[in-house]
């Protein structure tokens, strides 16, 4: 259903150290698990589907935290989180928390269990301190699970014109079931996920710390800087990767943010000798596809992913919108360093061939976030929506309009379903902790002005895009020139994140295209 940010009682307190001026990392021992607050309790790795050799270097756990923190003695649920121990014999004493996105996705599954055994950038980061990755209350592996199985009959419904792209019928189906077990709603926002940010630092032993968000893992870190006053440890850095405006509605502005990097594609493509030769016009030849899917929808093949049973659906403009955004956010074919393979596909569609889309569509008939969690934390932030997509981005393509209007009523649907408690609007506070902002030029949904916009309420902030390169520019692949640029301009700013990091190797980087 709706657009996903990219596809995360009593303990122990440690006295907080002073943060040395220079901002410099200090290296030491990192906290022995033994030493862990009362908060803790050891599971095996396996719970969490933890890759063995990850395992290896690694403590597993559920951190019992209040279900609101404004409430220490109520009701409290549990954070599943890995701490997985630096590679140094010298780690720097301050780790870096790692978030995922979604909301709803979640940071253990998706980067402890994926892309740490096989990105290079956490690779390198992991040698120089702990990596920390808290699975976001309502997320997977924390308890409760706020996943909806409802919306996977939903999306396969709507997928064969049996059902309204916006009802919301199942949420209030999902919802139901959720109260009878006594979960709140309302606890499920990005203020309780910020203090539990903070929660899980001061019960592990560390004093101060460095986080890293990426896509809704840059709303929770901005959170995270408001709130970095307000707690025992210490926020030392911040680096937000694929960025959310928090004053914005990102499911309205879906056709402003595709547009926007559409037309950095097409120039691109324009750009490169082999690309505009091989793929002339791409730019029209995209907007006639989705006019004439429009007036005449097509049959397609979907493959339904858990029972691998097919049926045949109508892609019109906008299912070919949606499938087409999947391969902005991550433009690698086959996730190497090949380039993308957009204009490839935009130009096998002019000539009729569709087959390179049913894929991404069918994946997205049965997603496996925590989609509860999704609409209450959207829900909850709502008074701090100020502004509208055309006040902060340029005209999109008037085709591509009708997805953000679709995508915000379903949004706005579900939230009259769940009723959550409505928080204050969103307040820039603390601007003075450094922050590294990174952008990637084909992002279709936290495009590059977001990142920009974000930047200028903070006192240090570096802001860079990366040419070629989609929705989290820390997860480019390994061999891609990003990757290699990415790993150097993170690794200098933690090194010392009061100092601009050296960046001079994005004058190396250009896009890719998989031309054939």
Same mark, same amino acid.
């Given at each position: ?29 990192? $906290? ?23 395992? @290896? ?57 994926? @892309? ?9 980061? =992991? ?6 990755? &808290? ?72 004093? *101060? ?43 309205? %502005? ?10 950095? =594609? ?30 005449? $929808? ?109 995508? @915000? ?9 769940? *009723? ?48 070629? &390169? ?11 020139? %990003? ?22 190797? =994005? ?10």
């Amino acid at each position: 259903m709706n657009r996903r940010l990219t596809h995360f009682c009593s303990f122990t307190l440690l006295t907080v150290a002073v943060v040395a001026s220079s901002g410099s990392a200090v290296n030491g021992a990192t $906290p022995n698990r033994a030493k862990f607050g009362a908060a803790w309790k050891t599971v095996d790795c396996k719970t969490f589907d933890v890759p063995a050799a990850i395992a @290896a270097q690694s403590d597993c756990g559920y951190i019992t935290v209040p279900e609101q923190h404004a409430q220490p003695q109520g009701r409290t649920i549990q954070l599943a989180v890995v701490r997985t121990r630096s590679t140094s014999k010298t780690p720097a004493a301050d780790p870096l928390f790692v978030e995922q996105g979604g909301p709803g996705g979640s940071s253990i599954h998706d980067i402890a269990d994926g @892309a740490l055994p096989t990105f290079p950038e956490l690779q390198a980061l =992991l040698k120089s301190r702990d990596l920390i990755f &808290v699975e976001e209350r309502g997320t997977r592996y924390s308890k409760p699970f706020l996943f909806c199985p409802e919306l996977n009959a939903h999306n396969i419904a709507v997928a064969q014109g049996q059902q309204n792209y916006t009802d919301p019928s199942w949420i209030k189906v999902c919802n139901d079931r959720f109260k009878a077990q006594g979960i709140n709603p309302s606890a499920f926002n990005t203020r309780e996920n910020a203090a539990d940010v903070y929660f899980v630092a001061e019960t592990l032993g560390y004093p *101060q710390f460095n986080y890293y968000g990426v896509s809704y893992g840059t709303l929770l870190g901005q959170y995270v800087i408001a709130q970095a006053d307000k707690h025992k440890a210490k926020l030392r850095s911040v680096i937000l990767d694929g960025v959310v405006r928090p004053d914005v509605d990102f499911n309205l %502005a879906s056709g402003h943010t595709m547009s926007y990097a559409l037309r950095n =594609l097409f120039h691109a493509c324009a750009q490169d000798q082999q690309c505009s030769s091989a793929y002339p016009n791409l730019e029209q030849k995209f907007l006639a596809i989705i006019d004439q899917l429009n007036q005449k $929808p097509i049959p397609l093949t979907l493959t339904i992913p858990s029972s691998q049973k097919t049926f045949v659906t109508q892609l019109d403009g906008n299912a070919f919108i949606i499938g087409l955004e999947a391969y902005l956010a991550r433009p690698y074919s086959g996730e190497s360093a090949r380039g993308t393979s957009i204009p490839k596909f935009i130009q096998a569609a002019s000539q009729g061939n569709f087959d390179w889309i049913a894929g991404k569509l069918s994946e997205n008939l049965e997603p496996t976030e925590a989609r509860e969690m999704y609409h209450t934390v959207l829900c909850a932030r709502a008074k701090s929506i100020q502004v509208t997509p055309s006040q902060v981005l340029p005209p999109p393509y008037p085709q591509l309009i009708p997805v953000g209007i679709r995508e @915000a009523e379903a949004v706005t649907k579900a939230c009259d379903v769940l *009723q959550v408690e409505l928080k204050p609007p969103f307040v820039y506070e603390n601007p003075e902790i450094p922050t590294l902002v990174l952008n990637g030029a084909y992002d279709p949904v936290t495009p590059q002005p977001y990142g920009e916009a974000v930047a200028r309420n903070l006192k240090t902030a570096y802001v860079y895009t990366f040419p070629g &390169v989609g929705h989290g520019a820390l997860f480019a692949p390994k061999g891609m020139p %990003a990757a290699a640029c990415v790993t150097q301009i993170a690794t200098d700013f933690l090194a010392n994140p009061k100092q601009a990091p050296d960046s001079s190797c =994005l004058t190396q980087i250009k896009p890719l295209f998989v031309v054939e």
